[in-house]
């Protein structure tokens, strides 16, 4: 069955989607009928290659996975899920009979959020599935709202510079910018992160990555590290935030921020940028008297006198908006 196919067989829209792994029938069917009373979308799996196929298939929001199946097993299948771009946000709970320390620490090391014991208590596995959904919700939504206002963001595994996930609009940035896609870190991302890792782990800020446009044009790509997340062991996995800006976003919060007209907010800018006012008249395509005109106006509203407290007043403002920005 096609992801397509199988995304329209699938209310996301209304419930979330788990996927049971289990090789025994009479678990699936308990599990099966709890999570499907209680309004869940279910796949089933009853072996590993098949739960990776059907996790690569549907990307369901959670899965429940048994940790001892034949051939391949339960740590196995998790180690393969965390290792794909696509797949590595899924939670992972793990339903297993043993309980001795080292399975269940081999459980989490794989890449699981929790576990239930056998024999299974529906109510107990619904409990679980919440928590770790509503969680696994909040950090999507986040997510999605630094996209929507131009931020995007990655996560890389410091250990093999694996890019683990990505907004959609990181995705087309890192094409763009780098001709790159997941699970691929670009490697002047990757070094920068490593070069800069002893700091960020003692939470000290490092300075942000820049990258021009490949493209005509005044465009940059910048890269902020956000937070680690997840277990440290390797160097862990880095939330970073990614935005591009231009002149033309630069110009854009001068205006708003000193209520210039637009022709003015482009004087200024090219103020800041040290260019004189004939410089400035053959940028915009006017008259050194005009742009003299204009800067009257910047300098009265602004309460300056002169070209350096403009420039000053404005590399201030932009700074606290743009602090990747470089007159």
């Not at 990776?52 to 298939?57: D, I, K, V, Y």
């Not at 103020?271 to 800067?295: A, E, F, Q, Y």
Request: net charge negative; charged share 25%; aromatic share 6%.
């Amino acid at each position: 069955m096609s992801k397509r196919t199988l995304d329209q067989t699938l209310d996301r829209a209304n419930s979330d989607v788990v996927l049971i792994v289990d090789d025994v029938p009479d678990n699936l069917s308990v599990l099966h009928d709890a999570l499907d009373e209680s309004g869940y979308s279910v796949l089933i799996a009853t072996h590993g290659e098949a739960a990776l196929q059907r996790a690569a298939q549907a990307l369901p929001d959670i899965v429940l996975l048994d940790a001892m199946m034949p051939g391949m097993d339960g740590f196995e299948v998790a180690k393969r899920l965390k290792a794909e771009a696509q797949t590595a946000h899924i939670p992972i709970i793990f339903m297993t009979g043993l309980t001795e320390t080292e399975y269940l620490v081999a459980a989490l090391a794989s890449g699981g959020v929790d576990y239930v014991t056998k024999p299974i208590k529906p109510k107990e596995v619904l409990a679980r599935i919440a928590v770790h959904l509503q969680g696994a919700r909040e950090k999507r939504q986040a997510r999605n709202a630094l996209d929507a206002f131009g931020y995007a963001t990655i996560t890389v595994r410091v250990s093999d510079g694996k890019l683990m996930w990505q907004t959609p609009l990181a995705r087309e940035l890192l094409q763009q910018y780098y001709g790159t896609s997941a699970p691929q870190t670009p490697e002047p991302v990757l070094v920068w992160l490593r070069r800069h890792l002893f700091d960020a782990e003692r939470q000290i800020e490092p300075p942000r990555l820049t990258c021009a446009s490949p493209a005509p044009g005044a465009r940059r790509l910048t890269f902020r590290l956000h937070q680690q997340t997840g277990d440290s062991e390797g160097g862990g996995d880095w939330l970073i935030i990614m935005r591009e800006e231009s002149d033309e976003t630069v110009i854009q919060a001068m205006s708003l921020s000193f209520r210039l007209t637009a022709r003015e907010a482009e004087v200024l800018y090219w103020v800041v940028k040290g260019k004189i006012n004939r410089d400035i008249g053959d940028i915009l395509g006017t008259s050194p008297m005009t742009v003299k005109k204009h800067l009257e106006h910047v300098f009265a509203k602004l309460g300056v006198e002169t070209r350096t407290a403009a420039a000053g007043m404005a590399m201030s403002r932009i700074k606290q908006l743009h602090p990747q920005f470089e007159g």
